[in-house]
């Protein structure tokens, strides 16, 4: 088997509710386009598992202050008889307390607006315990690769990029990319990972828990002037980390050649020179020019390029090695055709689509030359290929 498919069917509860962007079916309609295009071919193992991360791994990021609170706000509205306390890290359901989760006011502290299910202003049930299996999902892909089960591993659900420490926003609510990426860390011994964030969105969260750290060689690809916000050029990491933290904030309409000429000047030399031992790519639909929350411009040409360009990495840097993590797209139509067009690159396969999309040529050339040159003249002084 080369490519392993990870997920835990609890994730598709990972749904912030009626009227909210991120919804629990993205999922159902992965899969089904899955099998449609991917299904019969032996080169591919869906893995279905029920684990879920657990406190110690949740703390390779989270506060334990964070982490009971959303537990607690997460369980509010669950029967308590059907809850495995000893699990959550209660005795038993009267040492958890009444069935009141913390008050919207003390939950403000901890999680955005964004994070809250639209139609109750409340933190979805359930969603807490969705966010443990993204997370040990994402942790399993490491596991997959690094143990050799499986040459590239895709976690189906992974890549929420946005969480921090103590606080969740712009629905993310543990960032299973920094826990993957410390588990690596602390299971494995790695000393280089390289992750590479394509997400429309800036993760501000991922570079901020990684921001001092020279273990972590973090290029973030994104739309500037979006949400978050953070992701200039000049963040480039502090400390010991200087150099270490790549930001390239791209205008709106940035296409397929664009984003290729970042690779093959940027993403490609850096990697060379950084030698990774394991590659983490993260970041799903919401680049491609449909979208609903973004305007970026890929088509899914482009994505298959993203996933060819991985590949093209993983073999030449990690003996075939990577692992890579989907979550994102707002566009239901768009979603299930990018996750699998980022797949077919990865995988060195083209797929047969039953209705081919028109899709336009979007280009940004002028400024995409003029970040690349900016992100080189920045970056000089840590990296020989920048110079
Ligand atoms: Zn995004």
Redesign the pocket.
């Known amino acids: 088997m080369s490519i392993a498919i990870l997920y835990n069917p609890e994730i598709q509860n990972y749904d912030f509710g009626l009227g909210h962007a991120f919804r629990g079916d993205r999922f159902v309609s992965f899969f089904q386009a899955y099998q449609e295009v991917f299904g019969a071919d032996g080169d591919f193992k869906v893995i279905r598992h029920e684990e879920l991360a657990w406190d110690e791994d949740l703390r390779l990021l989270h506060t334990p202050d964070y982490i009971n609170i959303l537990k607690a706000a997460s369980l509010a509205d669950e029967e308590p008889d059907d809850l495995n306390w000893p699990f959550l890290g209660y005795a038993n359901r009267s040492e958890w307390g009444p069935k009141v989760g913390p008050s919207r006011q003390s939950l403000s502290v901890y999680v955005s607006q964004d994070n809250l299910d639209p139609a109750t202003g409340r933190l979805p049930a359930g969603i807490e315990k969705a966010a443990r299996a993204v997370v040990k999902n994402s942790m399993l892909a490491v596991d997959t690769v690094q143990q050799g089960r499986a040459e590239k591993a895709v976690g189906i659900g992974g890549g929420l990029h946005h969480a921090k420490a103590g606080y969740g926003e712009g629905f993310c609510i543990y960032n299973d990319v920094v826990i993957a990426g410390r588990h690596a860390r602390k299971a494995y011994g790695l000393e280089r990972i390289l992750i590479l964030d394509t997400?429309?969105?800036a993760g501000n969260g991922t570079c901020e828990a990684f921001y001092d750290d020279p273990q972590v060689l973090y290029i973030d690809l994104h739309q500037a002037g979006i949400y978050p916000g953070t992701g200039a050029a000049e963040e480039i990491g502090s400390g010991a980390g200087k150099g270490f933290t790549v930001n390239v904030p791209l205008v709106s309409g940035t296409g397929d050649g664009d984003y290729e000429r970042i690779f093959d000047e940027i993403i490609i030399p850096l990697a060379r020179e950084f030698r990774p031992q394991l590659i983490i790519r993260y970041?799903g639909s919401?680049p491609h020019f449909a979208d609903s929350l973004?305007s970026l411009g890929l088509t899914m040409a482009g994505f298959e390029m993203i996933g060819a360009k991985m590949r093209q990495l993983a073999g030449e840097l990690c003996v075939g090695c990577c692992v890579d993590l989907l979550c994102?797209g707002y566009t239901p139509e768009i979603l299930p055709r990018a996750w699998l067009s980022l797949i077919a690159g990865l995988s060195g396969k083209t797929i047969q689509w039953p209705q081919p999309l028109s899709e336009p040529v979007y280009q940004r050339a002028a400024e995409t030359e003029a970040v690349i040159r900016q992100v080189k003249t920045i970056l000089q002084p840590y990296w020989k290929c920048m110079a």
């Open positions: 997400d429309a969105h970041g919401d973004t994102s």
